[in-house]
C-alpha cells in the first residue's frame, strides 16, 4: 500500500521557520510531479508549491521569497523550507503527488494526510 507521510508541522511564532517533510512508503517505482498545498479552517485547499521531477517550481504568489520547495528523486520526497511564517500561513498542509508509478499500476492525484502548521503572532 502506498502512503505519503508528511512530517515536520508544529507551532512557531511570527517570523520563524519550520520545514516540511513528504517521505513516500510503498513499492515505489517513480514519482513526477510532487505538489504542498494548505487549507485552512473556512477556507478551500490551495496550492502552495509544486515541483516537477525535472526541478521545475511554481509557487503561489503568497509565498514567494519566503518558501521553498526541493525534492529528492532517490528517495521520491518533497520538502518544504518556510521561512519568515505569518500567522496567515496557519493551515493543515497536505503533500501532493499528481503520479505515483509503483510496480504494477499508477496512481493519480494522491494526497498525504497532512500536517498541521500553526503561526502565532
Known amino acids: 500500500q502506498v502512503q505519503l507521510v508528511e512530517t515536520g508541522g508544529g507551532l512557531v511564532q511570527a517570523g520563524g521557520s519550520l520545514r516540511l517533510s513528504c517521505v513516500p512508503s510503498?513499492?515505489?517505482?517513480?514519482?513526477?510531479?510532487m505538489g504542498w498545498y494548505r487549507q485552512a479552517p473556512g477556507k478551500q485547499r490551495e496550492l502552495v508549491a509544486s515541483?516537477?521531477?525535472?526541478?521545475?517550481?511554481n509557487y503561489a504568489d503568497s509565498v514567494k521569497g519566503r518558501f521553498t520547495i526541493s525534492r529528492d528523486n532517490g528517495k521520491n520526497t518533497v520538502y518544504l523550507q518556510m521561512s519568515s511564517l505569518k500567522p496567515e500561513d496557519t493551515a493543515v498542509y497536505y503533500c501532493k503527488a499528481d503520479r505515483i508509478a509503483t510496480m504494477g499500476s499508477s496512481l493519480y492525484n494522491y494526497w498525504g494526510q497532512g500536517t498541521q502548521v500553526t503561526v502565532s503572532s
Open positions: 510503498g513499492r515505489i517505482v517513480n514519482i513526477y510531479t
Open positions: 515541483i516537477t521531477r525535472g526541478g521545475s517550481t
